[in-house]
């Protein structure tokens, strides 16, 4: 039962700040740009909840996708919002949990679980995705054969006249810190234990 | 020898043609750089000018001079339902009825310690005297009040320094109070005119009518407040001191001089405030549009009327020649210039002799209707000697210079201030009136563009048949030297127009109107709300617009109802307006800008089933927005 080091066992403290601070910044954003919206239209996705970059955002995205037959985005309609913060709360739970008994194998259970999280968001992200591309109302005034309008998972898409492009936001950047941080604490303390032997 | 030189003369012309060409062209290339406005980029300036006889504001981009908006302001405007729509029809209501016309002259943007600060545009009607307050985060016509006692607003509205108040002055004499008296009896002083000081409240923005001042029945001309040591005062140009009514042209050129007036507005609030103004009659209508609602038109009775007699100290007359137009204060407020139209100088007054001669009862040489007349050498600064033919209006470059447009010889004179000399001139096409440049009659010009604004088009664009639009022309004023750069048409007849730096206003405009923020009492904020609700033979159709379709469906009236469309655009997108028209409506279309609400009135009479649809190129499915009202005998 390895304890941690002085400093790693600060690093994990500092990662429970960061999976705090995910509470308050967007995850998520997804941007689509067109010749009538040079500006751009967008929305994040939040631990638990939906936004659009502007005020209006989320209802003129809505909008343009009655066109073609997509079901409208609101947050009621996706209970992930509702479980999401438990999720992100269980991890900051663990990094406390790992500050006060500061085993080495307290880290491996936390990437594991990252690595959990993380895989089965992807997952479920691009199921909705997926959904919201194909399951279209066939009484949708524009209806091209073969046309589904899933957006990337990540990175830029064309998606008829609108270029859609999918990247991590602050929160997205702060969990993948997350996980080198968790990374750096297993090789340090692998490489001390090397060291020590 | 001969044929030697008449060879050297052929070759001497054609060096000198060929070196022309090349300096046109560069210049040509130079102007065209310098105005040129690359597509997606944005104007430096907005530039409102006034539309004359189609009583409305056009708003340009300079240097590009491309039209950007018309805000409709005195006149219905079919296009989007103004003045005819039941949301901005009283707008137009006066105590004569609904005027649905108007003669717009000077707009005048609000200022702050004399500069402009970008928050209102104030405009006056001429033909039944009114002044409009425009909204610059909207671009709509926001108030509008009507000035009694009065005829002929064309003096008006020349802000005080921080925009205490609007002045207004009379062009045309008539009886005061309004009654029937013989025409010929207006050379023995029945006529009077007034001048109204409406008071800006500071944070809306909004008028009210504070005092008038009864003034001899002469005709008021352009006019400007002071600024800086002049700030107390205000300075009107006036003509037919001859007080002549028939053949004005001959009859009132008589006089060698006219007169600038001179008006101490803090003298006349203190004598209101001590009593010396009485209660007088006035009829005026007060409308007053807030965002996204109604107008709210009120008829007010009585004004507080002051007469000179009682308020010492307050006016004074300089004499000043000949049947002057335009009066314009320098930046510094130190220099009152007034331009002759039939004058052989342009005069300047000088403030600081003013406020000394004053203080001398030697200097008054007469006085008419208790008002003193100063001695002519007593206020002088200056003479702009052989300046020009007809100089009506000055503007600041704030380095200096002041400019003078003149209507006769049809050109811009610059001349420099202090030594009155004339360094520059250059052709104006044709007969100029009005000159304008950003901040120009304000103490801080910005000395980069002049515009003229001229009243003679004549062979400028491609002919369009007899009647021609009004040009202007746009040149380059930071050098030495003016240079021409751009020539374009113009919408009504622009008389004064002012130009704002964008950054002014651009950032601060709104793009569409928050459903949320929407309290019209007849909006409809969602579908499910979308109604028909009738109260005996009156209709009102709540209704709601969205790409692409209005709700309810379809809306069943009966012959003899008349039916209220209140129309709610639940668009949230900035520039997605939906347009609003029905077959055989007496009534032009509406356009409802996004989250706003709109109201027209239709008189159902014919039994038959009529479309309606939306006017506005809105979707890929716009030509789909189309459904049918039916009207039942």
Known sequence: ?197 | MKTYLLVFAALCCIGACGRSMSDENILAIDAAEKVYVAPGEKDEFYWFMSGGYSGQVTVYGIPSGRLLKTIPVFSQFPENGYGYEEETKEMLMTSHGHVVWGDAHHPEVSLTRGEQDGRWLFINENNTPRIARIDLRRFETAEIIEIPNAAGNHASPFLTENTEYLMAATRFSVPVPQRDVPIASAKEGTFKGTISMVKVDGDTGEMSLALQVLVPGFNYDISHCGKGPSHDWCFFSTYNTEQAYKMLEIEASQNDKDYTLAFNWVLAEQCVDDGKAKAFPGVYYHNVHPSNHAVVSEKQSGVTMLDPVDCPGMLFFLPTPKSPHGTDVDPSGEYIVSGGKLATVIPVHSFKKFAQAITDPGNIITSIEGIPVLKYASTLAGEVEKPCLGPLHTEFDGNGYAYTSCFISSEVIKWKLGTWEVVDRIPAYYSIGHLSIAGGDSSKPIGKYLLSLNKITKDRYLPVGPELSQSAQLYDISGRKMQLLLDFPTTGEPHYAQGVPASLIADKVEKIFPLDENNHPSATKKEADARVERDGQTVHVYMTSIRSHFKPDTVDVKVGDRVYFHITNLEQDYDIDHGFAIFGAGAPNLLIMPGETKTIQYQASKPGIYPFYCTDFCSALHQEMQQYLRVTP
């Not at chain 1, 304890?3 to 790693?8: G, T």
């Not at chain 1, 037959?69 to 919002?81: D, L, N, Q």
């Not at chain 1, 524009?142 to 990540?154: E, N, R, V």
């Open chain 1, 1 to 197: 039962m390895q304890r941690l080091s002085r400093r790693n066992r600060m690093l994990v403290l500092a990662i429970g700040g960061m999976l705090v601070a995910i509470y308050c910044v967007p995850i998520w954003s997804i941007h689509l740009v067109a010749p009538q919206y040079p500006e751009g239209l967008g929305m994040y996705l939040w631990a638990g909840k939906i936004t659009g970059h502007g005020p209006y955002d989320l209802q003129n995205i809505n909008l343009l996708n009655h066109y073609i037959g997509m079901a409208p985005i609101v947050e009621a309609s996706i209970p992930e919002f509702l479980f999401m913060p438990y999720i992100l709360g269980y991890m900051v739970a663990g990094a406390v949990a790992t500050f006060w008994y500061p085993r080495r194998f307290m880290v491996y259970l936390g990437m594991i679980n990252l690595l959990l999280v993380g895989l089965a968001s992807f997952y479920d992200f691009w199921r909705w995705e997926y959904n919201y591309g194909h399951n279209l109302n066939p009484e949708a005034p524009i209806s091209i054969p073969g046309m589904a309008y899933q957006p990337p998972l990540l990175g830029c898409k064309q998606l008829l006249n609108i270029t859609s492009c999918s990247w991590p936001h602050v929160g997205g950047i702060l969990l993948c810190v997350v996980g080198l941080g968790l990374s750096f604490i297993l090789v340090t303390e692998y490489v001390q234990r090397k060291s020590n032997v």
